[in-house]
């Protein structure tokens, strides 16, 4: 990895820290940036997801205040989060790449078009006022989403705050404050495991790391007051790009 390599992919991983902690996708940043720079679908993936953790952590810690109150329902769906993203980390590693390298661009769109249907969703859920937990759906969902986090993960956290506003009787903030501890254990999870067993370019995930740890934090404090419209607009926009280069 050269200096260049090197800054490009510290300002992938400060916006994906970022973009992850206000409005979800991230990866959708910095998984094209590791292409970008040459390294194989497989590989990038592993180590976009080992070097985004700390990101992950920042915007958790952000989140703190609104995640306090909701210490019952945590527990059993950290179990869910987490055996799903085993599930998923190991279906990853025990597959051929070719086929990861094959659905990646069409994993890529769908993860664009959770973020755009994000606003519609968050919209839905403010104007219902009246709900009522639904324990097995919502854990169902949980554990297919831990799936989907750790064999891809982009746009993760829309997939999540969508399932829980409409299973859940919160308001959005702390929606996204459960949201940002889930994801954050589903990338523990994978992390682990692909640290053990995964292809993972270790001074690239590094240089993630700490990058996207000032992103997430900064994204997180930031989420908390900022309409992301724009942000996710440009995101979008450059994940579709993405998506038809590697299809083209």
């Known amino acids: 990895m050269t200096p260049a390599e090197a800054i490009g992919v510290a300002a992938a991983g400060f916006?994906?820290?970022?973009?992850?902690?206000?409005?979800?996708?991230g990866s959708l940043i910095s998984f094209p940036a590791l292409l970008a720079i040459g390294y194989p679908a497989l590989p990038a993936n592993v180590t976009n997801t080992v070097g985004l953790l700390p990101g992950y952590l920042g915007g958790s810690l952000a989140y703190r205040r609104e995640l306090a109150g909701q210490r019952g329902r945590l527990p059993s769906l950290l179990v869910a989060a987490v055996l799903g993203a085993g599930a998923g980390a190991a279906v990853l590693l025990t597959t051929p790449a070719s086929f990861f390298r094959t659905i990646v661009p069409w994993l890529v769109i769908a993860g664009c078009l959770m973020m755009l249907l994000q606003t519609r969703v968050a919209a839905l859920l403010q104007r219902r006022s009246e709900r009522h937990d639904y324990p097995v759906p919502l854990h169902i969902g949980v554990f297919l989403g831990g799936v989907y986090g750790s064999y891809f993960g982009?746009?993760?956290?829309?997939?999540?705050?969508?399932?829980?506003?409409?299973?859940?009787?919160e308001d959005l903030q702390r929606l996204n404050a459960l949201k940002s501890a889930l994801s954050l254990v589903v990338s523990i999870v994978g992390a682990v495991v692909?640290?053990?067993?995964?292809?993972?370019?270790?001074?690239?995930?590094?240089?993630?790391?700490?990058?996207?740890?000032?992103g997430g934090h900064v994204g997180g404090s930031l989420a908390r007051r900022m309409s992301p419209r724009v942000l996710r607009f440009a995101v979008v926009t450059f994940g579709l790009v993405v998506a038809v280069d590697l299809l083209l």
């Not at 820290?17 to 409005?23: E, K, M, T």
């Not at 240089?207 to 000032?214: D, E, I, R, T, Y």
């Open 15 to 25: 916006g994906a820290g970022a973009v992850n902690a206000i409005a979800g996708g």
């Open 154 to 169: 982009a746009a993760l956290g829309v997939m999540l705050l969508a399932l829980l506003g409409m299973l859940l009787p």
């Open 194 to 214: 692909f640290a053990v067993f995964g292809p993972v370019v270790w001074s690239v995930a590094a240089v993630l790391a700490g990058s996207s740890l000032v």
